[in-house]
């Protein structure tokens, strides 16, 4: 079928109800291509529920769509944080693989671990964090040639003179057929194919759920440049790990890291008049690489910042984003449903 969604809007589905459970990743508005609006998936159905605020908002301010929320959610008993001494032992022990494939044991001791966990696809522009491990890099070598001059002062930040000390750590597959441009190709164009590491995740094959908790220990810190986020799975398992987050600005980002307390920092955006409009007309939000030098700098000199947000993050993912919780939200709205006349 060409358009399957056209044919999936003509079917009729009565005496069956229906719920739709929806993301908004995107500014503007919800996705729409022609006929094929997302507003109109939403007004079919019985039950619109959107997985975030900013998705129930939306929906309700551009299209004026009244929709149910419920958060999306994840295990705190699987992940969870581990001691400093198993940290310690985990960063000693694990194996982790550069840009060539080449296997480094040991080789995360003793260093400041910017990590995150992403499908290496355009939506997540990885090219984002490179660019801002780039700058740190050329701050701390003295390149200032294409650094902004408002921005020079950045050379004196701590993660930048301790530039040595710093290791990125990525959960992706670096030869994602998804991906825009080869990250691999990306880090040795701006020189810090020495920085970025992988965990070994191929997107052929499976990575056991159980090793997972151990990578999001690893981190110091979870830092994603995302474009826009219909909720941020990685982004609250890294809060239930105890990792504080730094995550670019808009869709999801503030009600999950600012909330009911705050246990990351939003990475500004660029603007919505210079963010790009993306596929199905939706607004992508274009990361702040400067801005991400200072929260990330912010985060390297301040362990007792990272322990309180990531203490955090533990306590809202417990009392909020726990599918215990989540699960008996969905059933009290099933429950509403199915006894509508």
Excluded at 27 to 44: A, T
Excluded at 165 to 176: A, E, F, K, T
Excluded at 305 to 310: D, P, Q, T
Aim: glycine share 6%; aromatic share 10%; net charge negative.
């Amino acid at each position: 079928m060409e358009n399957p969604p056209n044919v999936w809007l003509g079917l009729d589905f009565a005496p069956a109800k229906s719920v739709f459970y929806f993301p908004s990743d995107g500014g503007d508005c919800l996705p729409l291509r022609g006929p094929i609006q997302c507003q109109r998936v939403l007004e079919k159905v019985d039950l619109p529920i959107a997985m975030s605020k900013f998705g129930q908002k939306q929906a309700l301010d551009v299209h004026g769509l009244h929709t149910e929320y419920v958060p999306h959610a994840t295990f705190p008993h699987i992940y969870y944080p581990k001691s400093p001494e198993e940290k310690e032992k985990l960063r000693s022990d694990v194996v982790v693989y550069d840009i060539h494939g080449r296997a480094f044991k040991g080789i995360l001791k003793d260093k400041f671990v910017i990590g995150a966990v992403f499908r290496n696809q355009p939506r997540k522009m990885p090219d984002r964090m490179i660019l801002a491990i780039r700058l740190m890099r050329d701050l701390h070598f003295g390149n200032l040639n294409d650094v902004e001059p408002q921005y020079h002062h950045l050379k004196d930040t701590e993660i930048v003179k301790n530039y040595p000390n710093i290791v990125v750590l990525w959960h992706c597959d670096p030869n994602d057929p998804a991906q825009h441009t080869p990250v691999s190709d990306m880090a040795r164009l701006h020189k810090v194919e020495d920085k970025i590491f992988f965990t070994g995740m191929l997107i052929t094959e499976m990575f056991p759920t159980s090793r997972m908790n151990d990578v999001y220990n690893l981190f110091d810190v979870f830092f994603l440049s995302t474009s826009g986020e219909g909720f941020g799975i990685p982004t609250i398992e890294a809060m239930s790990s105890g990792i504080p987050c730094a995550v670019t600005s808009g869709t999801t980002t503030e009600e999950l890291l600012l909330d009911d307390g705050q246990c990351g920092t939003p990475i500004r955006h660029i603007g919505n008049y210079n963010n790009p409009i993306g596929a199905w007309s939706v607004r992508r939000m274009m990361m702040d690489v400067y801005h991400a030098v200072e929260v990330l700098n912010m985060y390297y000199v301040n362990p007792e910042l990272r322990a309180k947000h990531g203490e955090v993050g533990r306590k809202k993912v417990i009392e909020q984003y726990n599918w215990d919780t989540v699960g008996k939200k969905f059933d009290q709205l099933f429950t509403n449903l199915m006894e509508k006349p």
